[in-house]
């Protein structure tokens, strides 16, 4: 294959909860060589400030109803604390990072998701035609390791929170058509369980047919849904591998240690 | 002369605050058909949370003394929730803006103040060495349109808190290399007042021998001395023009009108 090797590479709020693991999960970010993107979430934080400002949530299958100080609130803790303090510890290791909101260089423009039954106010949607692949690339040429937080734009002036899984998913996607792009969620089980009640039972590779299969017999544990939806649109779109592992075992995947489950289709 | 014109526009707490206010002067910031960058404080908001917070602020000589907390707060309310609404509403309006921290691609190292009588905690403080013009340059060349929030870092892991003036003077002084820069302060006054108990006193014109003159029979606003300063050092460092102008009156100036105070050597 002709294309250079390019790693989306996605962190969940767990990992940024917990300092030292986040530095040390950065450390070994740094030491892949190929091109590579960082795309994070931060969950907890977010709820955590709207606690001690009084501000309720609204949580609805696992997404927030973001009205307008809810808004403000995951802004300033994704693109800001989260984003800026992810940037300045790889900048430290040598890694030249650079954070983004999809609003900067309108990167990533989303769709306000429709009021239906539900209201989730300032949410947005995406897909990989969001994606200003040109400017990204152009940004990686420039040897500048891309960090996304959660934060996208509908380019009519407001900023909308949108599901950072799903920005990984359509990164991976879009930066496809030039790179040979390997995306992992990394997160804190060791991949996917046939079976949620045994810790032992993880699948090396899921297909599409056997997620189906376990999904239908509500073996898959609810959490892990919204991710596998995202992973297969991903590799439904021509994404050369998608792996969904332990955030602690990124150095061997890099290795290509096969760690985690992959998704076959 | 050769060199391409470019605007560096600085923008205070005061505008910030207002937000029909600073919707009309963005609209006019786009306007400008130069390179520009656009530079932005934001101390009221940061105030404002650290109040709703319980996190008690000490202002010393008009600087924040920032410890760990404080430096979460104006991370997330600067580069976070300004920065990104800044750049969402530029879009808007057609203007590809992209939103920076220092420490994004290391675009602005500064030096933590050294311990003296007073601990300012985390602030850096930055001179035209700080900034990483050649990365700065490639995304002007990309018709991109910088919006820097004062925070920066130290390239040892550490965010912190620089004065929006500073870096407004050191980004014009670093790009006058290459760049015709002329380097707007926009505030809430018209200009530099002879004395400051007489509203019709603007001078259109402020030596740096007058300045002396003026400090030395204390008619200046405390507030503005350290605009001053870093607007004379921009000036010595070979900004070409450089203004304190009312923010309401920028698009005269951009059409030549020489609105408020020029400072000449």
Same mark, same amino acid.
């Given at each position: 294959?002709?294309?250079?090797?390019?790693?989306?590479?996605?962190?969940?709020?767990?990992?940024?909860?917990?300092?030292?693991?986040?530095?040390?999960?950065?450390?070994?970010?740094?030491?892949?060589?190929?091109?590579?993107?960082?795309?994070?979430?931060?969950?907890?934080?977010?709820?955590?400030?709207?606690?001690?400002?009084?501000?309720? #949530? #609204?949580?609805?299958?696992?997404?927030?109803?973001?009205?307008?100080?809810?808004?403000?609130?995951?802004?300033?803790?994704? !693109?800001?604390?989260?984003?800026?303090?992810?940037? !300045?510890?790889?900048?430290?290791?040598?890694?030249?990072?650079?954070?983004? &909101?999809?609003?900067?260089?309108?990167?990533?423009?989303?769709?306000?998701?429709?009021?239906?039954?539900?209201?989730?106010?300032?949410?947005?949607?995406?897909?990989?035609?969001?994606?200003?692949?040109?400017?990204?690339?152009?940004?990686?040429?420039?040897?500048?390791?891309?960090?996304? &937080?959660?934060?996208?734009?509908?380019?009519?002036?407001? *900023?909308?929170?949108?599901?950072?899984? &799903?920005?990984?998913?359509? *990164?991976?996607?879009?930066? &496809?058509?030039?790179?040979?792009?390997?995306?992992?969620?990394?997160?804190?089980?060791?991949?996917? *369980?046939?079976?949620?009640?045994?810790?032992?039972?993880?699948?090396?590779?899921?297909?599409?047919?056997?997620?189906?299969?376990?999904?239908?017999?509500?073996?898959?544990?609810?959490?892990?849904?919204?991710?596998?939806?995202?992973?297969?649109?991903?590799?439904?779109? @021509?994404? @050369?591998?998608?792996?969904?592992?332990?955030?602690?075992?990124?150095?061997?995947?890099?290795?290509? #240690? @096969?760690?985690?489950?992959?998704?076959?289709?």
């Amino acid at each position: 294959m002709d294309k250079q090797k390019l790693y989306v590479v996605k962190i969940g709020g767990d990992l940024i909860d917990k300092e030292k693991d986040l530095a040390d999960f950065l450390e070994k970010f740094t030491t892949i060589k190929a091109m590579k993107v960082l795309v994070h979430g931060g969950g907890k934080l977010a709820s955590d400030l709207a606690g001690k400002l009084n501000i309720p #949530q #609204q949580m609805l299958e696992g997404r927030r109803v973001t009205d307008q100080e809810t808004l403000n609130i995951v802004t300033m803790v994704y !693109a800001g604390k989260i984003n800026k303090n992810i940037v !300045a510890k790889l900048q430290n290791v040598d890694c030249n990072a650079i954070g983004f &909101s999809g609003a900067d260089g309108n990167l990533i423009k989303s769709e306000r998701r429709a009021v239906s039954n539900v209201d989730y106010g300032f949410v947005g949607d995406v897909d990989s035609k969001s994606v200003n692949v040109d400017l990204l690339q152009k940004f990686l040429e420039l040897k500048l390791t891309p960090v996304f &937080s959660a934060i996208t734009h509908d380019q009519k002036g407001d *900023l909308l929170n949108t599901n950072a899984d &799903s920005i990984a998913s359509v *990164l991976a996607q879009a930066l &496809s058509e030039n790179y040979d792009v390997e995306l992992l969620y990394c997160f804190d089980k060791d991949g996917v *369980l046939e079976d949620v009640d045994k810790p032992d039972s993880m699948v090396k590779t899921l297909s599409f047919a056997k997620y189906e299969q376990l999904r239908s017999e509500n073996k898959l544990h609810q959490g892990i849904l919204p991710k596998l939806k995202n992973a297969f649109t991903a590799k439904e779109n @021509n994404v @050369n591998k998608v792996v969904l592992l332990n955030e602690t075992k990124l150095q061997n995947q890099i290795n290509h #240690q @096969n760690e985690g489950t992959e998704i076959i289709l």
